[in-house]
């Protein structure tokens, strides 16, 4: 203090001024120290993904978990999965948890952005017999969990039973087999007198060919010998059907009438205002049927397999929770991320969001079980028969994400043959992966 | 140097530090830094590891797309940019005769180029939907069998130079400033010599400003190939749920600095998107110098 007063001492003011002055820097000094004061606090910033009342809900739960855990406080803030994480990561200030998508969680994991948390998922007593089939493997690329699925999501063939009985079709026992699903999406499609399409009976988006080629028995990648199988002849196979529905009705009226569906969520769905009669979509459908037109009446129809004796498949999909490389305190963002995830909570919020959580013993609990014995049920049983897949997790995620639709886009068009196309897909993908590895100085023997 | 003069240089220096700083740092430092990054693999987080010339082996030889996009840009070049300014031209020239409310009609034209570009673009993304858009019903009560616009992979570069040609307003006022120079006295020469309206405009207005219409062929080219925002919102704003993504239909419009920025900011790889963006800066380079080869036509008045 007084070595303070002789350097305002030395400036040749006013006894008063002086003290002005020291009163003025003190509180300058003291103000900053604020923050350190209750250094014993942990503060966290937490970036999901939520809007809405998804969103409402999550910023609750952490703010249950702030007030059972005062020693870490978590922030939650809203934001767009996109480069803005990238960009906070490199930059050296980035949330100390976020939310990404599980096509950029190896990508950007093998990129260096997350903290492995392998070791606080053994120290967890967490392991592949803990969660559902597939989900272990689920996002894992050599080994390696960068992050832990939010909640699960499964696709499906929605139906309009209102629309199968208006064709005189049994809107009781939908079609279970390829070609009946063929015959009823040719009976429920409608065009005027113009030929312009007015309903679409049935058709595969291109973008989730994926599925089909599971359930024609190919598949797309061997990640023991990290080998592309995308040219196999069930998936040429695939493809040449989906090809041939789209030439059915025409790339160019499908787009046309593409263009005329409303907004997704919201009751100008076209699905809802029977544009589509049969349409592929995630179980969240169930709830945002219930907000948005709670009078359809529509069934549900688990994919139908070509090959004998396998059951079909559907394609798992969500978003994963990460720890960024640069967060504060990795420890103190487990315990938040291992309170979050754990069954009681992973209940609630799957529950919430009509997903399905991640963890077994969270399908057991309490406040999963209205959704449980809800028309969920066909989805999680999906999931516990093994049924869902996710696509592969690779260190070139978005990079497979564009060429695969890009390819799948040209095919469905009819720019390109399937024996032709897909080969040259496998050769460009195979090519990037094994250019990556080599970067990411992963070869066979390390890894 | 005497002692004035130096100390001249010096508070010309001081004065002019904060640009020269913010020049180095903020343009010079990151132009040279993608030099190097174009040959290293990068991905930003970690360090980038030397490659050497293997970005631009991939990029010109391997990648399926660059032919690809390179034509889409040029396309939107060869095509926009001379309908851009014969537009602006003619509207320009309409906008400097005698008519009433003239500067109500120079606030409408002009007015388009005050919108923000994002409110444009999705303004048109309506306007060219293919049932429900204001120009294929126009199209549809004069019979003709409209096109599928930003659906139709044949039209979708058309739709954009379409979108591009609404906000000429920028071009046609310099155009406009630029007739308004064009002296009277050789109008008024020509007059007597008994010249009509198009000869007057072919041997006196044209030469007269043929300056800015280069200025504004040049940086008509160089907007085109960082043409990127509007497409970029246009073509991932129809239908993202039914497979609609920035560059469809098709990659039909899947330009230079779109693709450019997927490899930087989707796919992490800046070193290659550093390359690409090193190509393409000699690519503009090749252009422009033939264009000022090619600048014959182009009359500069004497100085006085």
């Known amino acids: 203090m007084n070595c303070l007063y002789r350097i305002f001492d030395a400036t040749g003011l006013t006894h008063h001024q002086r003290t002005g002055l020291m009163i003025f820097t003190i509180l300058l000094v003291t103000s900053g120290c604020g923050r350190q004061q209750d250094d014993s606090v942990i503060r966290l910033t937490f970036w999901h993904a939520w809007g809405g009342y998804e969103g409402k809900f999550l910023e609750e739960l952490v703010g249950e978990f702030n007030n059972t855990h005062p020693q870490i406080q978590v922030k939650p803030a809203f934001f767009i999965i996109g480069d803005k994480l990238m960009a906070a990561i490199a930059g050296g200030i980035p949330p100390d948890i976020a939310t990404v998508w599980d096509w950029m969680l190896p990508t950007m994991g093998e990129a260096g952005c997350f903290i492995p948390l392998n070791d606080y998922l053994q120290r967890a007593e967490l392991g592949p017999e803990d969660y559902l089939p597939n989900v272990w493997e689920y996002g894992m690329f050599s080994d390696k969990k960068y992050g832990v699925p939010t909640a699960l999501n499964v696709w499906m063939i929605f139906y309009n039973k209102g629309l199968f009985t208006e064709a005189g079709l049994d809107a009781e026992s939908p079609p279970g087999d390829i070609d009946s699903l063929r015959e009823c999406a040719a009976r429920l499609t409608r065009r005027d007198d113009a030929g312009k399409l007015e309903r679409i009976g049935f058709i595969p988006e291109f973008q989730y060919s994926y599925i089909w080629m599971w359930n024609f028995g190919g598949d797309l990648y061997d990640r023991h010998t990290r080998q592309f199988l995308i040219d196999s002849p069930q998936n040429v196979e695939a493809m040449n059907w989906i090809a041939s529905l789209y030439r059915e009705y025409g790339m160019d009226n499908y787009r046309r009438f593409v263009a005329t569906f409303g907004e997704y969520d919201s009751p100008n769905n076209p699905f809802y205002r029977e544009k589509l009669a049969m349409r592929e979509d995630g179980q969240w459908q169930i709830s945002f049927i219930q907000r948005n037109a709670p009078d359809l009446d529509y069934g549900l129809i688990p994919f139908v397999s070509t090959v004998p004796n396998q059951k079909s498949q559907s394609a798992m999909t969500g978003s994963f929770w990460v720890i960024p490389q640069g967060c504060r305190n990795a420890d103190a963002a487990w315990t938040f991320l291992s309170w979050l995830i754990s069954p009681a909570q992973s209940a609630r919020f799957a529950a919430t969001l009509y997903n399905v959580p991640p963890l077994r013993a969270a399908l057991n609990d309490p406040a999963y079980a209205d959704v449980y014995h809800s028309r969920m049920r066909i989805f999680i049983d999906f999931f516990l028969e093994g049924r869902a897949r996710p696509l592969p997790a690779l260190p070139i995620g978005q990079f497979f994400y564009n060429e695969f639709n890009n390819i799948m886009e040209n095919i469905c068009s009819g720019a390109v043959e399937p024996e032709k196309a897909l080969p040259v897909l496998n050769h460009r993908l195979q090519g990037e992966l094994d250019r990556s590895l080599r970067h990411l100085g992963i070869t066979e023997e390390n890894s | ?304």
């Open chain 2, 1 to 304: 140097m005497t002692r004035q003069e130096r100390l001249h240089f010096k508070n010309g220096l001081l004065f002019a530090s904060p640009w020269i700083l913010g020049f180095c740092i903020f343009t010079l430092g990151p132009i040279v830094a993608s030099f190097y990054y174009s040959l290293c693999s990068y991905n930003v987080v970690r360090e980038p590891i030397f490659i050497g010339l293997e970005n631009y082996r991939i990029l010109l030889f391997e990648d399926p797309h660059f032919l690809k996009t390179l034509y889409n840009t040029l396309y939107m070049m060869v095509f926009g940019v001379p309908l851009s300014l014969v537009l602006a031209f003619s509207l320009a020239a309409l906008l400097n005769t005698d008519v009433r409310f003239l500067s109500f009609f120079r606030t409408v034209f002009y007015l388009p180029s005050v919108v923000p570009v994002v409110a444009v673009a999705i303004l048109w993304v309506w306007i060219l939907n293919p049932e429900y858009g204001c120009i294929n019903a126009l199209l549809a009560t004069l019979g003709v069998n409209s096109p599928g616009w930003l659906t139709d992979p044949a039209w979708s570069k058309p739709a954009l130079i379409l979108t591009n040609l609404w906000g000429v307003g920028n071009i046609m006022i310099i155009f406009l400033a630029g007739l308004q120079q064009v002296p009277q006295s050789l109008h008024e020469a020509a007059l007597v010599d008994g010249a009509n309206r198009l000869q007057r405009l072919w041997n006196i207005t044209l030469p007269c400003i043929s300056p800015v219409i280069f200025f504004n062929l040049i940086m008509g080219v160089i907007a085109s190939f960082q043409y990127f925002t509007q497409v970029y919102i246009m073509t991932t704003g129809i239908s993202p749920e039914y497979g609609g993504r920035a560059g469809g239909p098709e990659g039909s419009t899947l330009v230079y600095a779109l693709y450019l920025y997927q490899h930087a900011f989707q796919h992490f790889q800046m070193g290659y998107a550093s390359a690409m963006a090193w190509i393409l800066f000699l690519i503009s380079l090749a252009v422009i110098y033939v264009i000022l080869k090619t600048s014959g036509w182009v009359h500069y008045a004497e100085e006085r």
